[in-house]
C-alpha cells in the first residue's frame, strides 16, 4: 500500500520477467502518450518536477487530456487541474520528497508492481485454478485488474492515476 514505495521498485522484475516488462511497457506506452509522463522514470529517479509541455501536437493532446479530469457529478462537475486551460503552455508536477511520493504517481506505481508480479506467477503457472485474491483499497484496483481482468492495463494506470490527483 501507499507508503510502501521505494525507488526502484519492481524494476528487478522489470528487468528479468517477459511479462512484469510487458505490463510496465503498456502502462508506460499509454501513460506518455495520453499524459506526457514516463511512470518508469518516476519509479527509477523519483524527480522532484515534472513539466508536461502542451506545445504540438503531442503537447495540445496531453493538454486536452489533463483537462477532461474532471470531479463531481452533473451540475458539480468541475476541473481537477484549475490552472490547465485552453491557453496553458505547460504545467508542472511537484513533491519535495520527489514524485514516486506524490499520491498520482505513487498509486499507478505501486499497482503496476502488483500487477506485474501477478503476471510472472500466473504466466509461470504458480497461480492455480480457485485461488481466491483480495485487495484493500488500493489494492482492490490490482485484484480486479489481475484476477477478474476487467481493468486494461491503459484503464487501470488511469484510474488510479485520476484516484491519486483526487487524494492528492
Known sequence: ????????????????????????????????????????????????????????????????????LTVGTGADTKPLLTQIHKRSRSYTFSHPDGLLHATQFTQ??????????????????????????AGHSLGEYAALSSVADILSIENLVEVVFLRGMVMQ
Open 108 to 133: 499507478p506505481a505501486l499497482v503496476l508492481v502488483e500487477k506485474a508480479a501477478y503476471e510472472e506467477l500466473l504466466n509461470n503457472g504458480y497461480v492455480g485454478d480457485g485461488v481466491v485474491f
Open 1 to 68: 500500500g501507499q507508503g510502501s514505495q521505494s525507488i526502484g521498485m519492481g524494476m528487478d522484475l522489470y528487468d528479468s520477467s517477459k511479462y512484469a516488462k510487458a505490463v510496465w511497457d503498456a502502462a508506460e506506452a499509454y501513460l506518455s502518450k495520453t499524459f506526457g509522463f514516463s511512470i518508469l522514470d518516476v519509479v527509477r529517479n523519483n524527480p522532484k518536477e515534472l513539466t508536461i509541455y502542451f506545445g504540438g501536437a503531442a503537447g495540445s493532446e496531453y493538454r486536452r487530456n489533463l483537462m477532461r
